[in-house]
């Protein structure tokens, strides 16, 4: 069985770079039997895809997304990381990790919780001075 962990800060300040880590076990990152996600969720508001790292190392983003996200991966420790760099208090939200199979243009556009095979239980990241 796949689980999944997020980490990272609670409270991010304007203009900096929100880090999290995602811990998987019960399945190698490496795998190709699957996608490493990141999506979203701020208050009030529907999912939203992020990105995500292949099997092979390969990412890819959300285009309205792409020139502040980077995902990257520690093999060794099984985990995969978001970085968003430039935040504004519109990046406040719960942020999970998720595995999938292909992600298709609608799920990066609607994403739904059913469109995805495990989550991590989601952390709670506010933008705030």
């Known amino acids: 069985q796949v689980q999944l962990q997020e980490s990272g800060p609670g409270l991010v300040k304007p203009s900096q770079t929100l880090s999290l880590t995602c811990t998987v076990s019960?399945?190698?990152?490496?795998?190709?039997?699957?996608?490493w996600n990141w999506i979203r969720q701020p208050p009030g508001k529907d999912l939203e895809w992020i990105g995500h790292?292949?099997?092979?190392?390969?990412?890819y983003y959300k285009p309205r997304l792409q020139s502040r996200a980077s995902i990257s991966r520690d093999t060794s420790k099984n985990q995969f990381t978001l970085q968003l760099s430039s935040v504004t208090p519109e990046d406040t939200a719960v942020y999970y990790c998720?595995?999938?199979?292909?992600?298709?243009?609608?799920?990066?556009?609607?994403?739904?919780?059913?469109?995805?095979?495990?989550w991590g239980q989601g952390t709670q990241v506010t933008v705030s001075s």
């Open positions: 790292i292949a099997g092979s190392g390969s990412t």
């Open positions: 019960g399945e190698s990152i490496t795998t190709n039997a699957y996608y």
């Open positions: 998720a595995s999938s199979g292909r992600i298709t243009d609608t799920i990066m556009t609607w994403p739904l919780r059913a469109d995805f095979r495990s």
